[in-house]
């Protein structure tokens, strides 16, 4: 485990929390990168800790919604786990809670729908889960976002073509896992997608 001091570098390093823009309303945004989120490197004290210094008084003031990039994370790298999910929450300031007005989830995939099915309403309250909105595409992002004032790494968009491509990643009935597909056509297997994920 890294120092507390290299955590706070690294989370600044890698930008995992920025406001930056406005969404369509006019309310600041809290842009989150889930893949850049190192969890096996960070505690949750230092995560904490850099918030409440760093992000939450920049949010006590006006109403902010929160864009949270979903994309390529996995579980065993970039997911903190229940607790400390809950944790992070716990910490949020109430004047900064009553600010959050929406958060737009973009790219969920299927595990993650269920994921907050089944868990979201014990993380989080109620209030916060109301204020959920899943976001599959990036161009869907742009109807609740100003365009020109949100960057997006270019892996996002990236994932967004194969979802083009592959419009059944959407929902998970196709996996986007390398070994199913590989390089091979969608179509040539006589086996279809569905089965292969069920089995791999």
């Not at 409440?52 to 996995?74: G, N």
């Not at 209030?127 to 899943?134: F, M, Q």
């Not at 990236?158 to 590989?182: F, I, K, N, T």
């Amino acid at each position: 485990m890294f120092t507390e001091v290299e955590q706070e570098q690294l989370i600044e390093k890698l930008e995992i929390f920025k406001i930056q823009g406005r969404d369509k309303r006019g309310r600041k945004i809290l842009r989150i990168i889930g893949k850049f989120f190192p969890a096996r490197n960070l505690s949750v004290e230092v995560v904490n800790k850099y918030l409440a210094e760093k992000i939450f008084p920049e949010l006590e003031k006006r109403p902010f919604a929160v864009v949270y990039v979903h994309t390529d994370v996995e579980k065993s790298e970039n997911f903190p786990g229940v607790s400390a999910l809950r944790s992070f929450y716990d910490a949020i300031p109430v004047k900064v809670r009553e600010n959050l007005e929406a958060v737009y989830f973009l790219h969920p995939g299927l595990q993650a729908r269920l994921f907050l099915a089944t868990f979201g309403r014990f993380i989080f309250s109620g209030g916060l889960y109301g204020k959920l909105r899943y976001v599959s595409r990036v161009d869907n992002l742009w109807e609740h976002v100003r365009r020109n004032e949100i960057g997006m790494p270019e892996f996002v968009y990236d994932h967004d073509e194969d979802l083009e491509y592959r419009p059944m990643m959407d929902y998970g009935l196709e996996s986007d896992h390398a070994r199913v597909y590989g390089d091979a056509p969608a179509v040539d297997s006589p086996v279809t997608m569905y089965s292969m994920r069920c089995i791999s």
